[in-house]
Nanobody
Framework: QVQLAESGGGLVQAGGSLRLSCEASGASGWTLKWHAMGWFRQAPGKDRDFVAAINWRGDNTYYADSVKGRFTISRDNAKNTVYLQMNSLEPEDTAVYYC????????????????????WGQGTQVTVSS
């Protein structure tokens, strides 16, 4: 059983930055290095939306248009951790942010649909004040 734990959320002023972390843990020896990883977010009263994803090799990424140029997803397989660097934050970025791993190992594509991911974390709140 894989568990993902997000951290790094908080309250920040518009224009500020935060770095979210998603640490994976599981059975002894389990590693996320064969899996694409994704970040999603959910604002109150809205659906969970795709934010960013990275393939298992770490050489291909995909971003929602709303965060392109401001957010960067990266991974450190040695630490079993995925990051989301968020710069130039806007009040519209306020949401609970979730990470998840893909359902199928070693995919050549970068998954972007929520249905393609599993093992969701508990989420971390990001609040951007104007």
């Amino acid at each position: 059983q894989v568990q993902l734990a997000e951290s790094g959320g908080g309250l920040v002023q518009a224009g500020g930055s935060l770095r979210l972390s998603c640490e994976a843990s599981g059975a002894s020896g389990w590693t996320l290095k064969w899996h694409a990883m994704g970040w999603f977010r959910q604002a109150p009263g809205k659906d969970r939306d795709f934010v960013a994803a990275i393939n298992w090799r770490g050489d291909n990424t995909y971003y929602a248009d709303s965060v392109k140029g401001r957010f960067t997803i990266s991974r450190d397989n040695a630490k079993n951790t995925v990051y989301l660097q968020m710069n130039s934050l806007e009040p519209e970025d306020t949401a609970v942010y979730y990470c998840a791993k893909d359902r199928v190992e070693l995919q050549t594509k970068v998954p972007v649909m929520a249905s393609e991911f599993t093992s969701w974390g508990q989420g971390t709140q990001v609040t951007v004040s104007s």
